[in-house]
Structure formats: structure tokens, C-alpha cells
């Protein structure tokens, strides 16, 4: 994300008032409405196409691997709504992790989208929430990054490629397996947009500080990592261009003091709490989740070999055999051989014209951010450092995992191209001080139909994903155990016990409107030192959490119990100690048949065993 709206190399001043509409301009609009509207609806069908399996299963599966992250987003979105109805904190959940609960803003929550679906989820569940979302997020922010493009009259084909580029790009399509909080991105477009128009003095500064006020406070509620990348991009684009222009520093920063003054206030307002809550509140932890040195960045070889989601690889696959490729869904960092060659042939083509020079110069910026602390090639780490090395060591930028500066590539990758393209309709010699006659906006010539073409074909190959989209099973508990489930928000244990590697049980509890607590969680919270981990803490006695533990990773299924297995005093004394009146064990699950017999040593026969669930319930005191 960058500067990259503006058309000349200087500030401009306050616009004079502009005259009424033509005819013929009321004409042009009018004929420009349809083909955008196309256009939009395209990203729509898109956006079906790539989640068809979801789409045809609505409220019954979700995106991504089985018992995934996307489990744990369903889970945030769906607290949102039920904390709100029931004078809860919205930002900070006791209904996991019990008995300390979690900090959702030290997690992946976003609070606003879960604001923005609650009405779903309130008729429907969060599953069909979560489901909204993912389908939306793509064509939705690929509209937002084509309307940016035409509001600085980028020519509509132009505008049209660049919206495909930023809301399809391997990063969106790799995050898409299971983060709709990092692939839900219209508002950078409109953060980028806005901070343009406050340099060019193009509006109240008052109404330009609250927009860009409440775009902050907006991402910063959907995606605090999000909102990080963008604003350092935006931060180096204003740098780049004070050096470029020096003399013009003591304009930009006239022209942006008031802006910044009323956003930062409105910021400030609306963030308070959160901020707070984030950076000091309960359940907050001191550090970073991963050290600076991590594995999640892109190799010098992720940029032309393709990934695990490519489906063409352009006899390139085998390059990246021993890239550090931890998971699919950090993989975004492709733009393949045929669309580097585009793109270096027109930014050589516009090289003169300021914006192109801005957008390559942030490209790159970007590129070397997402590399990592240290150069990697082909999976071997050189001793070479990169800025991140230096990044990594500030607040807020350290919490940032370095593959993901690939939503900044994607757009800086949409944004020169789309200008490229845009720029074949003018001689390469034109100067971007000439203004162009606003009825002339989109003319196209023959080269630059060809070159839209020819560009839009060579980018459908080279990122064409690997879809669709793998799905899971997100069914809740069967209505014989929900309706048996004791009032009072009873204290839950659970077979599989959650973990990273077993969420589904949040899936039941989210579907179930959160009528019981969880013992265990997936989610970031801090460990007795106080820094963070993604396990629950040991529970007091352990044995009862340290064998359910066992079985469901163990590899050798129907071997028996360990010679660790808790006696029946022993889990009687587990769960009255953490006064548990609910157990649910998934009939499913591995080495299910030897937890039930554990339960039924210590507890006798279950309350109830339908569907794939055994349970056992107590209505008054721990079991």
C-alpha cells in the first residue's frame, strides 16, 4: 500500500470548486456504471467459485483443515454478539480457558466483524457467519482496491485488473484456508486513499481526520497486524516522498498536522479501552508470541516458484523444494516469472512518472520486509540481514510475522500494473504534470487494449489457485445432549481436550450460544512466566488432562490405556477440584472407547449417548 494516487510529482493545493457536470460527463458516468457494476459481480462469482464446497454447505462446514484455525475464528465472531446480549465484555471472554479466561485482543478476534455479522449469527449461528465472511472477504476487498483505482481515474480495465490482483492474490488465496481476519482487507485501499487526499489538501481536514480516524480504529477492531503493515507502508511512502521533494516538507506536513491531529483524537477515543486492554488488561502477555527469527517469511525463490496453491507451475515447482514452507495459508509471496516480466516492462515504460516510481520503490520495500530478519534462498539461511531485523525489535512491528507483508506486495504488485496499463493509453514520454480532460478518462487506444489483454491473461496463469478449497465438518453437539446441557454456565471437560490440534469442542460451544465454560482453549495467553503460549495450563491434579492428552495424539489407536491412566478417584478429584459438571467425549475420536471407560470407572454410565457424543451431566455440584 502506498501514496500512490496522486498524478504529479508535487503537492497539490486546495482544489478549486469544480463546475456543475456536463451533459456529456452526466453521459460518460452513466455509461461507466454498468461495466463497473460487471465487473464487481465478477469478483462475486469469483469469490463463490473459489468456496463452492462451503457455499453448498452452508451451516454445516467450514473452510480449511480439519479442527483448524478457522474454528477458532467462528468461535471469536460468535462471542461478540453473545457477550453484547448478555452485558458481557466483548473483548474478553471466561468462557475458555477456564478458570482465567482470554484476552481476545491479544488474539486474532476481530471484534468489528463479528459487530458487523451479528445479526447472522444471531438467526443462524457463527458457523454461517464465518461462512459470510470468507466468501466476502475477497471480491469485497478486491471492489474496495478497483474503486480506489477509479477515484484517481485509472482507467477502468486498468482499475478492473488491479481490484483481481490485490483481492486475489497468493497472499489472500493462501490466507484464505483458514484467517478470513487477515483476507477481510477494503479498508487499506481507503487508509491509502485518504492519506492522499490529506497531502493533496483535497477536503476538510476535520472530515478527512474523522475518516481516516475511523478507517484506523476499523482495521485496527478486524486486524491489529493488518493495520501494523499498512501503516509502516504508508509511513515509508510519505518518507520517500519528503527526500524526492525536500522542499515540500514544510507543505506536507502543513497540510497533514490538522488531519492527524483529529484522527489521532478520534482514535484515541474509540480505542481507549481496547488499547488498553491490549497492551495492560488481564490475561495480557509480555513479549511477542514467536521470536523475531521466525520461520514465517518468504525465501528469495518464493517470488518465482510457485506454491502449494498455484495450480499452474510453470515447470518452476521444483525450485522451491526446500523452501521453509511451514504451511500453506504463509505462502503468499509468488508473482511467477511471466507477471515479473510484465510488470519490469511497464514500470520501465512509466518509469518517469512519479507514482510508478513510488509504487516500485514500496514494492521492494516490501519484498525485503517480508524476507525475513535474514536472506533465505532456496530454504538456506544466509547471514545477509534485512530491515526486519531491525523492525522485529520495535513495539507492535515485533508481534508482526514477516510472510505476511505479502498483502503489501499483492497491492503495490496490483497498483503498478494498473497504473502501467493505464499509462499505454498516453505516449511514454507524456508528462503526468499535463492534466488529462476528464471525458478523455477512459478512451482507450488500441496498444492499450492489447496491453490490458495481454497482462490480465499472463496474471489468470501465472496465480491461477489451486481450488477449491479444503473444507471440515463443523456440526454442534446433537440436540439430545444440548437440551440436557444443566443451567448455571456449568464448567465443561472435553474429549478431545482443546489444544492447538483439537479445537472442534469450541465449535460446540460456540453453536451451543456459549451455555458452558471450557477447560483448555486454543488461543494466545500468557504461561506462569507471563510470556505467551498458544496450551492450556496444566490443570490441578494434571493426571486427568495429561492422559486425555495422551490418547488423542497417540499414535497406536485401540492399544489400551498407559500405564499413567488416572485411577477413578483420580478423576473424580479432577473434576471436583475444578468443579466440572459437563463431560463430552466425540465418539469419533481416537481412543474414544478407552476415555469413556476411564469416565465410566470414575462416574458410571453416561447421562446421555446420542449422535457421536457421550456425555455426562450434573445439575447440581461437580460430577
Not at 478527512?208 to 499498512?230: H, K, P, R
Amino acid at each position: 500500500m502506498a501514496l500512490t494516487g496522486s498524478t504529479t510529482p508535487q503537492l497539490e493545493h486546495v482544489a478549486p470548486p469544480q463546475a456543475a457536470a456536463t451533459p456529456e460527463e452526466r453521459a460518460d458516468h452513466g455509461r461507466v456504471i454498468g461495466p463497473s457494476l460487471l465487473v464487481v459481480a465478477g469478483y462475486a462469482v469469483i469469490g463463490v467459485l473459489a468456496f463452492r464446497p462451503v457455499a453448498a454447505a452452508f451451516s454445516s462446514r467450514l473452510n480449511g483443515p480439519p479442527q483448524g484455525d478457522t474454528i477458532l475464528f467462528a468461535w471469536f465472531i460468535g462471542w461478540v454478539p453473545h457477550a453484547l446480549f448478555h452485558g458481557l465484555d466483548p473483548l474478553f471472554s471466561h468462557a475458555i480457558l477456564v478458570p482465567h479466561g482470554v484476552n481476545l485482543l491479544v488474539n486474532t478476534s476481530s471484534p468489528l466483524l463479528g459487530l458487523l455479522t451479528a445479526p447472522v449469527t444471531v438467526l443462524f449461528g457463527p458457523v454461517v457467519s464465518t461462512n459470510v465472511l470468507t466468501l466476502a472477504a475477497m471480491p469485497v476487498s478486491a471492489t474496495a482496491a478497483f474503486v480506489v483505482l477509479r477515484v484517481w481515474k485509472v482507467w477502468l480495465p486498468a482499475a478492473a485488473l488491479g481490484g483481481l490482483l490485490y483481492g486475489f492474490s497468493p497472499y489472500m488465496v493462501g490466507e484464505s484456508i483458514a484467517h478470513p481476519e487477515f483476507t477481510f482487507v477494503p479498508l487499506p485501499p481507503f487508509i491509502v486513499l485518504v492519506t492522499v487526499l490529506v497531502f493533496q489538501r483535497k477536503g476538510s481536514p476535520r472530515t478527512l481526520g474523522i475518516a481516516l480516524g475511523l478507517l484506523v480504529t476499523g482495521q485496527f477492531l478486524i486486524s491489529q497486524e493488518v493495520l501494523a503493515t499498512v501503516a509502516l507502508l504508508v509511513m515509508a511512502g510519505v518518507v520517500l516522498v519528503a527526500v524526492r521533494h525536500p522542499d515540500g516538507v514544510a507543505d506536507m506536513a502543513r497540510a497533514a498536522w490538522r488531519p492527524t491531529a483529529v484522527a489521532a483524537l478520534v482514535g484515541a477515543v474509540l480505542l481507549a479501552y481496547p488499547l488498553w486492554l491490549m497492551l495492560a488488561g488481564p490475561q495480557h502477555y509480555a513479549g511477542t508470541p514467536w521470536p523475531v527469527g521466525n520461520r514465517y517469511h518468504n525465501d528469495l525463490l518464493s517470488l518465482i516458484a510457485p506454491g502449494p496453491m498455484q495450480a499452474v507451475p510453470l515447470w518452476l515447482r521444483s525450485l522451491g523444494t526446500r523452501l521453509i514452507i511451514v504451511a500453506p495459508a504463509e505462502t503468499g509471496g509468488y508473482v511467477g516469472i511471466p507477471l515479473l516480466v510484465a510488470t519490469a516492462v511497464l514500470a520501465w515504460r512509466s518509469r518517469r512518472r512519479p507514482r510508478m516510481q513510488l509504487a516500485i520503490a514500496l514494492l521492494v520495500f516490501a519484498v525485503l520486509l517480508s524476507l525475513g530478519t535474514h536472506l533465505s534462498v532456496d530454504g538456506h539461511a544466509t547471514a545477509v540481514p534485512l530491515p526486519f531485523l531491525l523492525l522485529g525489535h520495535f513495539p507492535v512491528f515485533s508481534d508482526i510475522l514477516p510472510s505476511r507483508f505479502s498483502l503489501e506486495i499483492g497491492a503495490l504488485l496490483a497498483a503498478t500494473l494498473a497504473f502501467g496499463v493505464d499509462d499505454l493509453r498516453r505516449p511514454a514520454t507524456r508528462s503526468d504534470r499535463q492534466p488529462r480532460r476528464a471525458d478523455r478518462t477512459d478512451c482507450p487506444g488500441r496498444v492499450a487494449v492489447l496491453g490490458v489483454i495481454v497482462v490480465a491473461l499472463v496474471a489468470v496463469v501465472t496465480l491461477l489457485p489451486e481450488w477449491p478449497y479444503p473444507t471440515q465438518s463443523a456440526v454442534g453437539l446433537p440436540v439430545g445432549v444440548r437440551t440436557g446441557i444443566p443451567s448455571g454456565d456449568p464448567v465443561a471437560i472435553t474429549y478431545p481436550f482443546v489444544t492447538k490440534y483439537r479445537t472442534l469442542p469450541e465449535i460446540w460451544q460456540a453453536e451451543d450460544g456459549y451455555r458452558f465454560r471450557l477447560l483448555g482453549g486454543y488461543v494466545l495467553h500468557p504461561d506462569a512466566s507471563g510470556t505467551a503460549t498458544i496450551f492450556p495450563g496444566p490443570m490441578v491434579p494434571a493426571d486427568l488432562q495429561r492422559y486425555l492428552l495422551h490418547e488423542q495424539s497417540s499414535v497406536v489407536i485401540g492399544s489400551g490405556p498407559p500405564v499413567t491412566t488416572p485411577t477413578a478417584a483420580a478423576t473424580k478429584d479432577a473434576l471436583a477440584r475444578n468443579d466440572v459438571r459437563l463431560v463430552l467425549v466425540d465418539d469419533t475420536e481416537p481412543n474414544s472407547d478407552w476415555v469413556i471407560a476411564v469416565f465410566m470407572e470414575a462416574l458410571g454410565p453416561p447421562t446421555i449417548a446420542t449422535g457421536s457424543v457421550t456425555a455426562w451431566m450434573s445439575r447440581a455440584g461437580p460430577l
